[in-house]
């Protein structure tokens, strides 16, 4: 899972509980390669097609910021709270 730490903005995904990180894990790989979207229950590839551009985001303003100056169409998805605090997954999509 070391490629996660890669995705973070702006916390250290290093510094979590295994089970939050499994389970940020386990969020990230339903959204790339899910066949339906646990936010809408659509198809993925119907939905959003191309998927790619992955974050995670522990600032819903951050992510908000991000989303709002992306040049593509973006989408989220939220986690339970882990620890107190939520992640939400973000990415790109082709319309």
């Given at each position: ?7 973070c ?8 509980t ?41 600032s ?19 986690s ?16």
């Open positions: 899972m070391e490629f996660m730490e890669k995705l903005v702006g916390f250290e995904f290093n510094k979590l295994e089970g939050d990180k499994d389970y940020l894990h386990s969020m990230y790989l339903s959204i790339k390669y899910g066949v339906t979207c646990p936010k809408t229950m659509v198809a993925m590839d119907t939905a959003y097609p191309n998927r790619s551009n992955f974050k995670l985001f522990s819903q303003d951050k992510m908000k910021s991000y989303m709002a100056s992306s040049p593509k169409p973006v989408q989220s998805y939220g339970h709270l882990l620890g107190g605090r939520k992640y939400w997954v973000v990415w790109n999509y082709e319309i």
